[in-house]
């Protein structure tokens, strides 16, 4: 929830789901699920349908202030603090040729690593060895894909973190590729 810049990602589209089940982030992590849908689409009858995951206090309290943060900071920062990553990412594919594309929307960001920038051929081993090495330095990012990199840090992310990540990743993509 609100990782994209937006609460939900089907907001950057014109698409409008009939149903929206949401879990994990909606309570930082407590045990809730939660199912949207208009009332004309959810006309199940009192007690029809009941969850291990449908609530208790504790976990309704951890998801009300969790909306309360997305809502007052976490999704504006998102998009925020996206763009300014994405925006120098996309500057270090001049001096970097392993980077192949750089995507993504708010605070969901990816890095493909090639060998060729224009066959865009894949270079997964590559990209395992600047993982290792990031994470060595003290930056947590993840694989996704045969040759991806994903950057998803917190929403509460701020620019000197987000610029430690770009600076590191230069660092480490350059002595990586030599």
Known sequence: MGRTGKMFAFEHFDFHPDIVAIAKGVASGMPLGVTMAHAETMNWEPGAHASTFGGNPVCLAAAMATLRLLQDEYVA?????????????????????????????????????????????????????IIYECFRRGLLIL????????????????????Q?????LSEVIATASN
């Open 77 to 129: 920062n998102s998009a925020k603090i996206g763009e300014f990553m994405r925006v120098r990412l996309e500057r270090l594919m001049d001096r970097h040729p392993a980077i192949g594309d750089v995507r993504g929307l708010g605070l969901m960001l990816g890095i493909e690593i090639v060998k060729d920038r224009k066959t865009k051929e894949k270079a997964p081993e590559l990209r395992d060895a």
């Open 143 to 162: 694989a996704a894909g045969p040759s991806t990199i994903r950057l998803s840090p917190p929403l509460m992310v701020d620019e000197e973190q987000a």
């Open 164 to 168: 430690f990540a770009v600076d590191t």
